[in-house]
């Protein structure tokens, strides 16, 4: 079996391949989807992906998607003993590629546990709820140890906590590997709270992928899909500690799988790198924290931009907010047409500048400011050009 997935990924490369947006974007989101589903062990049909391409075709709706995988399981006359579990993945891979197809996100704790809902609504009676008992979890990278996950009373808090500070966390003179690393801690602490009976990982893995793109991250890719399974033993690892076997927590794993994903390194992604008292034979020497190649020896480079134009934006925009008027002034145009084709349409589409209304765009007081994406590249230009 592939160490990429231990499940059934479908190939939904022709769709990706032909550059129509909509299909690309649908085809993503069903990877992503069904490719989560190996975080727990789970299959899902061959009903269901038959469903996703009728959907990916424009021939049905998500709505509709989701309506003719309720009523297959209902009219099934004979079911097997893997039905359950199969009809649980296919429910929530429609669920989730639902989710995955809107841009909104409350970036709060409710916001989190609405997520929850919204994944395993229609699948168990506890979505959205937050467990009102403690757990412990076998995980096999950690030959059968559990990981301590925060106790039911302080559950809420805890989300509120987390969330709040990462909202608040000032990204000011950060580079990109420095965010990869602290994007990496803040899901693992956010992981680590468990609030919830099932569902963690998935849960996690969507609210993330949501508010990567809200601070300007384009990760529509295959590395949830394909590596979901990884995703969640290095959480694991991020948030494991043995003093009696020396072990200590260590995020290197999960800083691996965000370098990919944020930046487009080439990082090696294998899961029995990671299992405790791993045969020598299973061991690679490169897999040592902090060790791996960086993204200057990858091609290509997902974060950066060799558009001169948006680079000329990001570097008038800074640490700044502006509006077009301003930005027009201080790169010395007068023609605003070509100014938002060029530049800051670009700059905008690529992730690395936003509104300051993003609700409102037609606001009187709108301006653009940077993004996380944006203000990593530019504190970059800045430590190497010191303009």
């Known amino acids: 079996m592939s160490e990429e997935t231990k499940y059934n990924m479908p190939d939904f490369d022709e769709y990706i391949r032909q550059g129509e947006s909509d299909k690309q974007e649908k085809a993503h989101n069903w990877q992503t989807a069904i490719g989560l589903q190996a975080v727990d062990g ?108 925060l106790n039911h009373e302080d559950l809420h808090q805890a989300l509120e906590y987390d969330i709040e500070q990462e ?66 033993n290095a959480l694991v690892r991020a948030n494991y500690k043995n003093a009696q076997k020396g072990i200590m927590y260590d995020l290197s794993f999960l800083e691996r799988f965000f370098g990919n994903l944020l930046m487009g390194e080439k990082n090696e992604l294998k899961n029995r790198y990671m299992i405790i008292d791993a045969p020598k034979e299973w061991k690679n020497s490169e897999q040592v924290p902090n060790k791996y190649r960086t993204s200057t020896e990858q091609a290509p480079d ?35 047409p070509t100014f938002l084709e060029n530049y800051l349409n670009p700059a905008f589409t690529n992730g690395y500048i936003t509104l300051l209304f993003p609700n409102s765009p037609k606001h009187p007081r709108q301006k653009y400011l940077l993004t996380v994406k944006g203000l990593a590249l530019y504190n970059e230009i800045i430590s190497k050009t010191g303009i």
């Open 302 to 336: 997902r974060f950066h931009s060799d558009n001169a134009n948006i680079l000329k934006v990001i570097k008038i925009i800074g640490k700044q907010e502006l509006s077009v008027k301003e930005m027009l002034e201080k790169i010395g145009m007068k023609h605003r």
């Open 42 to 149: 789970l299959r899902t049909s061959e009903y269901l992906l038959q469903t996703a391409r009728q959907h990916i075709e424009g021939e049905i709706d998500i709505d509709t998607a989701q309506k003719l995988l309720k009523s297959y399981y209902q009219s099934k006359t004979i079911r097997l003993p893997e039905d359950d579990d199969m009809e649980e993945a296919d429910k929530v891979a429609a669920n989730i590629t639902k989710i995955l197809s809107t841009r909104t996100l409350a970036f709060n704790a409710n916001g989190y546990i609405a997520v929850h809902r919204q994944v395993f609504e229609g699948v168990f009676k506890f979505a959205g709820k937050i467990r009102d008992y403690d757990i412990t979890k076998k995980e096999w990278v950690l030959r059968g140890d559990t990981v301590s996950y």
């Open 167 to 232: 909202r608040n966390f000032d990204y000011s003179g950060l580079q990109m590997k420095e965010v990869v690393k602290h994007i990496a801690q803040f899901v693992s602490d956010l992981w680590q709270i468990h609030a919830f009976g099932e569902g963690n990982t998935r849960t996690t893995a969507v609210f993330t992928i949501q508010y990567l793109r809200s601070i300007g991250f384009d990760i529509n890719n295959e590395l949830f899909a394909r590596h979901s399974w990884y995703f969640r």
